[in-house]
């Protein structure tokens, strides 16, 4: 059984709606996510492998319906994984209500931005 299925867990976030719920947990995941890995040593030969090894990593936390990483502009050489590079799209499921949150860097303002793209029932 997984820990947000447990009573006691769900008992801790009563005070919000399925949509508030998932949002936070979304962002926790985001947040997560970027603060793990930003740092990791990438080349083009294990880009793939730490795309799924991320991926995996992050179906642990709570409510995570479905995960998508991928790392851009990743040379021949080694490289340190860099925020700008993480392109991520998640899910995250609350009863019916569905969370979609992207993490991508947007240059226009020079960012690594973490959004919620949108919120919809299942």
Do not use: W
């Not at 995996?56 to 995570?64: F, G, I, L, R, S």
């Not at 799209?89 to 793209?117: G, Q, W």
């Amino acid at each position: 059984m997984r820990v947000e299925e447990t009573e006691i867990f769900k008992k801790y976030f009563e005070n919000l709606t399925d949509r508030e719920r998932a949002v936070f947990e979304g962002g926790i995941t985001l947040g997560a996510l970027f603060h793990q890995f930003v740092g990791t040593p990438v080349s083009k030969d294990n880009k793939e492998s730490l795309e799924r090894a991320i991926e995996e990593a992050m179906k642990n936390q709570p409510c995570v319906y479905d995960i998508k990483v991928k790392i851009k502009d990743v040379g021949e050489k080694y490289t340190s994984l860099d925020g700008r590079m993480l392109d991520v799209d998640l899910k995250i499921k609350i009863n019916r209500t569905i969370a979609h949150l992207k993490l991508e860097y947007i240059a226009e303002i020079d960012y690594p931005l973490m959004y919620v793209k949108e919120l919809y029932e299942e």
